[in-house]
């Protein structure tokens, strides 16, 4: 049976759960880890190489882990999210891509940036709806989000989707760059949105 909110046979990318874990270990040691786990119903870790599973854990997970540890969830789900998003630089974006990036201004590499995260956001987003917002500024919305579907919550919950998205932008398209949750599903928005803003510090005066 699933779990109140969880919607049977949506797919996520393992990452969700992969990179989550180490960092509770490190966090709050591995009985703690154990614990929450075993909330989450997680029996195994999926094989990173298999492809997308099963959504209802990795939800599951991360949900469990901001009930037992609320005042360090939000830093424990940003640190998986940079995680995250430094497997997808080194394993899902080619090389050749990456330097194109690289030497675009923001201007240019950000819509093209955030275009690739559309056309993958099935890897992250479940059984939600994924939207481009705008491509400048950038801003994403996710639809039913999986991930905080059920909760209720009076701040946004969606850290590891924004660290996501932050590290990707500010890999790729310059540093500075900063994604901020301005409305979540559990606070009864209509979806989960993200915006992304880079601030660039301005050059020194020259000597």
Not at 34 to 43: C, D, F, R
Not at 57 to 85: C, D, F, I, S, Y
């Amino acid at each position: 049976m699933s779990a109140p909110g969880i919607v049977p046979g949506g797919r996520i990318g393992p990452n969700a759960i992969l990179q989550l874990v180490p960092v509770l270990e490190n966090a709050a040691g591995p009985e703690a880890t154990a614990h929450v786990l075993a909330m989450a119903g997680v029996i195994a870790l999926p094989d990173p190489d298999a492809g997308l599973v099963d959504e209802a854990p990795a939800a599951r997970l991360h949900q469990a882990m901001r009930a037992e540890l609320p005042n360090v969830a939000p830093a424990l789900a940003r640190e998986a999210g940079r995680r995250t998003g430094d497997y997808i630089l080194g394993r899902r974006i080619p090389r050749p891509a990456r330097g194109l990036l690289r030497l675009l201004p923001a201007r240019l590499s950000a819509p093209l940036l955030a275009r690739a995260v559309a056309r993958h956001a099935w890897t992250f987003c479940g059984s939600g709806g994924f939207r481009l917002a705008s491509t400048w500024p950038v801003a994403f919305e996710i639809d039913d989000n999986p991930v905080v579907r059920g909760e209720r919550s009076d701040v946004p919950l969606c850290d590891w989707h924004a660290a996501v998205f932050e590290r990707l932008f500010s890999a790729l398209c310059g540093g500075g760059w900063h994604c901020r949750e301005v409305a979540c599903c559990a606070q009864g928005a209509p979806a989960c949105r993200f915006e992304l803003r880079r601030s660039v510090s301005p050059r020194p005066p020259s000597p």
